[in-house]
């Protein structure tokens, strides 16, 4: 003999009553589970607490500074720099200046960037790359990639200056500095395929408004300061830089009013 259980007959009125009492049960679970995960993110101290400042670090000059201030300015994230800091390169308080603490760097070099937990970063490309991926501003997928594309081209647009413009602290003909034909092959030959192929890019209307963006601003900028014109055949990467410029995030930090404080012209014209 063979003995099976058949499910219990219920009424009509019985079944209605058992399937709202699920349903009441899922409601509840899903509303405890929507509560609890809520309750974690409110108290996780990591997602909730309020996030400290980072430390920047710099001579009081553009050139490879003006980048890493920017970038962090337009980050939206807490910082101090040179001024709040009471940082002076040259000549600045015992611990408090270049000289002191070179032997602790990761290179040896300027700029550098101290962590909340008090780890440094050092090179600029590494210190807008760190401050992007704090902020999230990085961008994603293509934009992610034209970032870092830009970042690439000011540095390679920087290494050409730093061969042929003089700088406040270094005249043409004097150790890496080519000399006054060179400067103007620069201007004429060297800078206007990378403009052009900035230009390019800039048309499309992507990934301009990145960390790498704002790196290249610096670096253009500069540019700009020896020569007012050299963007005058570009008329997209004109536009933009123009943009930026205007930005009150770019007043402020060229105004010297940020926490960096102020920074002087470094590239300068050939006399």
């Known amino acids: 003999v063979v003995f099976t259980e058949s499910a219990p007959c219920l009424s009509s009125a019985e079944e209605a009553q058992t399937l709202k009492m699920s349903s009441d049960a899922l409601a509840y679970t899903v509303a405890g589970v929507a509560v609890g995960a809520a309750a974690a993110y409110l108290l996780a101290p990591s997602k909730r607490a309020k996030r400290e400042p980072f430390e920047l670090r710099y001579f009081p000059v553009m050139a490879k500074g003006l980048g890493p201030t920017l970038v962090?300015?337009?980050?939206?994230?807490?910082?101090?720099?040179?001024?709040?800091?009471?940082?002076?390169?040259?000549?600045?308080?015992?611990?408090?200046?270049?000289?002191?603490?070179k032997e602790n760097l990761p290179f040896g070099q300027l700029p550098l960037l101290t962590t909340a937990a008090g780890d440094m970063i050092a090179q600029t490309t590494a210190i807008v790359n760190y401050i992007g991926m704090l902020a999230g501003t990085e961008g994603s997928g293509l934009d992610y990639g034209i970032s870092q594309m830009l970042i690439a081209e000011a540095e390679d647009i920087y290494a050409m200056m730093a061969r042929n413009v003089p700088t406040i602290v270094a005249p043409l003909n004097q150790g890496i500095k080519g000399d006054k034909a060179a400067y103007d092959l620069f201007w004429s030959e060297k800078l206007p395929p990378h403009l052009a192929n900035l230009e390019r890019m800039c048309k499309a209307g992507r990934g301009f408004e990145t960390p790498g963006g704002v790196y290249l601003f610096s670096i253009l900028h500069q540019l700009c300061l020896v020569v007012p014109s050299v963007l005058s055949g570009s008329a997209a990467l004109s536009a933009w830089y123009k943009k930026t410029l205007n930005d009150p995030r770019t007043a402020k930090v060229l105004a010297g009013e940020s926490s960096m404080g102020a920074f002087k012209q470094y590239f300068i014209e050939e006399p």
Do not use: C
Request: glycine content about 20%; aromatic content about 14%; proline content about 10%.
């Open 72 to 101: 962090a300015e337009f980050s939206g994230l807490p910082w101090v720099g040179n001024k709040d800091l009471g940082f002076i390169a040259r000549g600045g308080p015992p611990g408090n200046n270049f000289a002191d603490i």
